[in-house]
């Protein structure tokens, strides 16, 4: 995966001029949860940072969406630094743009299923960094979270089958309340 990551970006440097800004973005949003999962936050969040800067360039209202997903990435990389306060204000307004955002009421309303894995992964990323922390001053956030990944969860028509994963997510971080 390193070296697919590293490809990109010598892609992405090379072809600057000729790229969507959207292209550029997601570039970085690979980088950054790449950076992630090695445990690289410091460096995450400078991926996510950069991104983000793309998508304010962006002219296509459906990328704009991103912004989204980037910004709970943002919340997770902050939290797993130790910048809990700053972690923890991203995530908050993150979660309130995915229901009060232009952005985020139109994906809620066009892609429901992305909406609800998207909000629902800052929800339990954050509850779970909560919780492992033993973190017992926002120990009632993490229950409104993992309560609200709950009812998201579901399709509009009431099915979950397509949540399996997140749901599993969510199992794990309730079994952390306990």
């Avoid at 980088?31 to 983000?52: I, W």
């Avoid at 990435?73 to 908050?92: C, D, P, R």
């Amino acid at each position: 995966m390193e070296s697919a990551v590293q490809a990109m970006e010598e892609y992405v440097e090379k072809n600057d001029k000729k790229l969507d800004p959207a292209i550029k973005a997601r570039a970085f949003r690979f980088s950054g949860r790449f950076a992630d999962y090695t445990g690289r936050y410091k460096q995450s969040e400078e991926y996510y940072k950069k991104g983000l800067l793309y998508f304010n360039q962006c002219t296509n209202p459906e990328e704009q969406i991103n912004k989204l997903e980037f910004l709970g990435f943002l919340s997770h990389s902050l939290l797993k630094q130790g910048k809990t306060e700053e972690g923890f204000n991203v995530a908050q307004q993150t979660l309130n743009d995915f229901d009060q955002s232009e952005e985020g009421l139109w994906l809620k309303e066009h892609d429901y299923y992305v909406w609800a894995v998207w909000k629902s992964g800052v929800e339990i990323r954050t509850a779970t960094y909560i919780m492992e922390n033993k973190n017992s001053k926002h120990e009632g956030m993490a229950k409104s979270l993992l309560a609200d990944s709950e009812q998201i969860l579901r399709m509009p028509d009431g099915t979950t089958e397509k949540f399996r994963l997140r749901l599993d997510e969510l199992a794990a971080a309730k079994n952390l309340l306990q």
